[in-house]
C-alpha cells in the first residue's frame, strides 16, 4: 500500500520473518548459499543438542541430526537478510513437518503411529527436511518485493517502543478467551525460538516439561488479572498515532471494554466483524474476528 512499515514481535524467530519478508526489499537466498547452509563442513565442530535433547518428541533421529548441523549452519552466517530467509525457510520446514504446526505436546507418535488415515497430513510429515527446505526458500524467494519506502524488523517488548516516528499502529495481540486461557506463542513455538540461540538453547530449556519446552517468560497479554493493564499502556503510549487494534468478540477484555479504553485518546471510536472467517480447526462458532479502529 506504497506506506513505510515497522514491524514488531518480541519473539526473535517471528523478527527473522518480518525481516526476510517485510524489511528485506531485494536480496534472495542463492543457490550457493543454499548449499553451504545445507552441508557438513569438515573444519566446524558440531554439536549434537537437537538429537541429545529432543530425541522422540518432534521429529525423528536422523531428521533431528540433520536440524543440528542446519541450525548451526545458519547460526554462524552473517548477521542479514539471507540469514533471516534461511531461518524463515527452516521455521516453515520445520512447522510443516508437525502435527497441528505446534510444539505444545511430545506427539512424535501421532506421525508414526500405523493408522487408517483420513486426511494427507502424513505425507507432509513425512517429506525430508531437506525437500522442505529447499522449497519453502523457493517460495520465500518469490514473495521479496520493494514497496519504495523504507520498511523495517525489530525485536522488542510492546511496551518498549518509541511511539514518536507512526502515524499510525496496528496491533493483533494473542488472544485471551473468556476462561482466561490465552494463546501462548512463546509456549507454542518454543522449538523455533530455540533454534535462533542454539548456542545457549540447553541452558533455556524447561526440563521439567515432557516437551522440553523453554522457561516460561511472564508476558501480561497471557493473564486476565494483567491483559487490561498492557492494553491500557500501549493505548497510552501510542496516543498521538491511530489506533487499529484486532480482537475477538468473545475475549479478555471484552469489545466493549477496548472501545472504552480506545475513547479516552480518541475522538473516534469505530467497531467493524467479519462473519466470514473461522479459525482453523475451531468449533467455535460465534466467536467473530473484531476491527476497532481509534482516530
Ligand atoms: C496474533 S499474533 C500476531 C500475528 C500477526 N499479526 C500475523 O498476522 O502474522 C500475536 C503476536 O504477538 C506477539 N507477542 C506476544 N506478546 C508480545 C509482547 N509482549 N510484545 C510484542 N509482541 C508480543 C507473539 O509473539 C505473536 O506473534
Redesign the pocket.
Known amino acids: 500500500m506504497g506506506k513505510s512499515v515497522t514491524y ?4 526473535t524467530f ?1 523478527y527473522h520473518i518480518g525481516k526476510a519478508l517485510v524489511e528485506n526489499h531485494g536480496q534472495h537466498l542463492d543457490t550457493e548459499t543454499l548449499e553451504t547452509i545445507l552441508k557438513k563442513h569438515p573444519d566446524r565442530l558440531y554439536d549434537d543438542l537437537i538429537r541429545r535433547e529432543f530425541d522422540d518428541i518432534y521429529y525423528l533421529e536422523h531428521e533431528n541430526a540433520w536440524l543440528d548441523v542446519v541450525v548451526q549452519n545458519i547460526t554462524a552466517m552473517k548477521e542479514g537478510f539471507a540469514q533471516s530467509l534461511a531461518w524463515y525457510a527452516l521455521f516453515q520446514a520445520c512447522l510443516a513437518k508437525r502435527p497441528y504446526n505446534l510444539f505444545h505436546r511430545k506427539n512424535l507418535y501421532m506421525r508414526t503411529a500405523r493408522v487408517a488415515r483420513s486426511f494427507g497430513n502424513k505425507t507432509t510429515w513425512d517429506q525430508s527436511f531437506h525437500d522442505a527446505f529447499v522449497r519453502h526458500v523457493r517460495e520465500i524467494n518469490t514473495a521479496v518485493f520493494d514497496n519504495g519506502h523504507q520498511c523495517r524488523a525489530i525485536n ?4 518498549d517502543i518509541d511511539p514518536h516516528p507512526y502515524d499510525l499502529v496496528y496491533i ?4 485471551l478467551n473468556a476462561r482466561g486461557v490465552g ?1 501462548d ?2 509456549g507454542f513455538y518454543h522449538f523455533l525460538e530455540g533454534m535462533t540461540d542454539y548456542p545457549n538453547w540447553r541452558d533455556s530449556i524447561d526440563h521439567q516439561s515432557k516437551h522440553r519446552r523453554l522457561k516460561r517468560i511472564p ?4 493473564s486476565p488479572t494483567s491483559i487490561h493493564q ?1 492494553f491500557q499502556q500501549t493505548i497510552e503510549r501510542f496516543a498521538d498515532c491511530k489506533i487499529v487494534i ?1 480482537y475477538r468478540s468473545d475475549g479478555i477484555p471484552s469489545i466493549d471494554e477496548l472501545a472504552a479504553m480506545l475513547s479516552r485518546f480518541k475522538s473516534r471510536v469505530t467497531v467493524s466483524s467479519d462473519d466470514q472467517f473461522r479459525y482453523v480447526l475451531s468449533t467455535n462458532k460465534k466467536s467473530k474476528e473484531i476491527l476497532l479502529i481509534g482516530t
Do not use: I, M, R
Open positions: 514488531n514481535d518480541s519473539l517471528n522488542l517488548d510492546t511496551c493483533d495481540p494473542p488472544y494463546v506463542y512463546h508476558n501480561p497479554w497471557n498492557a484486532s
